[in-house]
Every structure is written in C-alpha cells, then in structure tokens.
C-alpha cells in the first residue's frame, strides 16, 4: 500500500485483530486501496463479505465464486460456514 501497488495481497489482515477495532482497520484498507486490486485471504465473514468476487477454496481447489447474495442462495461450503458462525454467536454458557 505504501509502494501504490496497483495489486495488493493481504493473508489474514484481521486475524488477530479486536472486533472493537476490525471495523475501523477494514475501513483503513478500503481507504489505502481505493481503485486497487485487493486480493484478501481471510476466515471472518465480516472481512470478505462485502467483497466484489469471493472464491472458495476446498482441498487447493475453488470450489464456489461469487458475492455474498448468490452464495448463500447455493448449497455448500460458503453458506453452511456463514450458518454455523450465525448459529455459534448465540451460544451462552450456562452457570451451574
């Protein structure tokens, strides 16, 4: 970003990232690479969900493409993830 590199790629950018601060560093990306080509590699539904092409890779292969909207209208990998994430965020510990 700083060399204004038509193309950048960013593995996991906010893996070890707060959520209070996830917000504020993707907005600092889209702002650092406005009319760049952004190759992300990411596991949070909130980094690629906004993304204009999201490819899912099983095993090497891609296995789905495309926005958010169309994948989750598929059967597969994509959309059973963003389930289980839905899904694992209303869990609460009962106390005992």
């Not at 917000?23 to 949070?44: P, S, Y």
């Not at 969900?49 to 990998?77: S, T």
Request: charged share 30%; proline share 2%.
């Amino acid at each position: 970003m700083m060399k204004d590199a038509p193309v950048i790629f960013l593995d996991e950018a906010t893996a070890n990232v707060d959520p209070e601060n996830e917000n504020e560093l993707m907005q600092a990306i889209e702002a650092l690479t406005k009319d760049k080509t952004v190759v992300m590699i990411a596991h949070r539904l909130k980094t690629v969900e906004h993304a204009d092409q999201i490819l899912v890779v099983d095993h090497g292969k891609i296995v789905q493409q495309g926005k958010h909207a169309e994948l989750m209208q598929q059967e597969g990998i994509y959309r059973n993830f963003v389930i289980e994430r839905r899904e694992a965020a209303g869990w609460k510990v009962k106390n005992a």
